[in-house]
């Protein structure tokens, strides 16, 4: 494999078609596409500042580097890549891309990060700030997260997280097929219009959690005092609650089960009363 280091490149794609090459402390200082249409790399202990620096690359591992604001969009159409140890402050990162892997990974503007990844591996990434990462994406396994970032996990398929700290609004819309073990889910309108979804030992926080949903299942879930509402028209629910929830309203069928049940509310006009609501 090929050796480039102790470099600075800027314009644009200084650096177009390389294959087989390992880079080494290098700066991209400005331009655009600085790596571009390259296959089988190697970066580590680099620094990226210019704009679209990493796209259509095949084959590559990034460790030690850092991508500054101004690397907007930076790795985009990029297959089986693997990052690790690396610090991103730009945003509109991986879009459209197939097997990646992250590992201890801070994303400082997580703003439409993660858009149409088919094949996504995460361990200890931290996601700060912006909207809407994980948009469209499949196939994704999570364990270690810690995220502040909006609207996180729309539109998602195929998804498995386990010990996650989420603050957020609207997750989990429109999803399909997700399970979650021991997080934290804090946010308004949990889940909402997705269907198959299994929670498993996590607390849940926020308004009008678990609506309009086909299929959800809870397994030692607890729930802050401020879950109002929950359930709204949705069906074949299996949920498994320790200690209190304060409001259940218009469940469409299903068991509900918890230590302590506030106020269920059925409006006049809702699908159904088939829903079973016990207390232990």
């Known amino acids: 494999m090929k050796i480039i280091k102790n470099k600075n490149y800027g314009g644009e794609r200084p650096l177009f078609g390389i294959q087989d090459t390992r880079l080494e402390n290098i700066i991209i200082t400005d ?37 500054a604001p101004e690397s907007r969009s930076a790795i985009w159409y990029s297959d089986n890549m693997q990052m690790k140890d690396c610090v991103i402050d730009g945003p509109k990162f991986f879009r459209e891309m197939h097997n990646l892997e992250l590992e201890n990974v801070k994303i400082n503007d997580a703003d439409e990060t993660f858009w149409k990844v088919d094949g996504l591996k995460l361990k200890n990434v931290e996601l700060h700030e912006g909207t ?25 398929r ?35 219009h997705s ?68 106020k269920i509310t059925y409006d006049e006009f809702a699908k159904g009363h088939d829903c079973t609501i016990e207390t232990r």
Not at 137 to 156: H, N, R
Not at 158 to 184: G, P, Q, R
């Open 195 to 262: 269907k198959n979804v299994k929670l498993v030992r996590c607390h849940i926080s926020g308004e009008q959690p678990l609506c309009y949903m086909d299929g959800i299942t809870l397994k030692d879930c607890t729930f802050d005092a401020a879950c109002d509402r929950a359930f709204e028209d949705s069906r074949n629910i299996q949920a498994e609650i320790k200690g209190a929830i304060t409001e259940i309203k218009n469940p469409v069928n299903g068991r509900i089960v918890a230590d302590e049940v506030g």
């Open 132 to 156: 809407y990462p994980f948009m469209f994406s499949t196939d994704i396994y999570v364990d270690g997260l810690k995220s502040d970032a909006k609207y996180v996990f729309q539109y998602c």
């Open 31 to 67: 331009g655009e596409s600085g790596i571009k249409s390259c296959r089988n790399l190697e970066c580590d202990n680099s620094k990226f500042y210019g704009k679209y620096p990493w796209w259509h690359v095949d084959g590559s591992v990034i460790t030690h580097c850092y991508f």
């Open 158 to 192: 195929n998804v498995e997280i386990h010990h996650a700290d989420i603050l957020t609004k609207d997750s989990f819309w429109e999803c399909e097929n997700v399970v979650v073990y021991d997080s934290s889910l804090n946010g308004e309108y949990l889940a909402w």
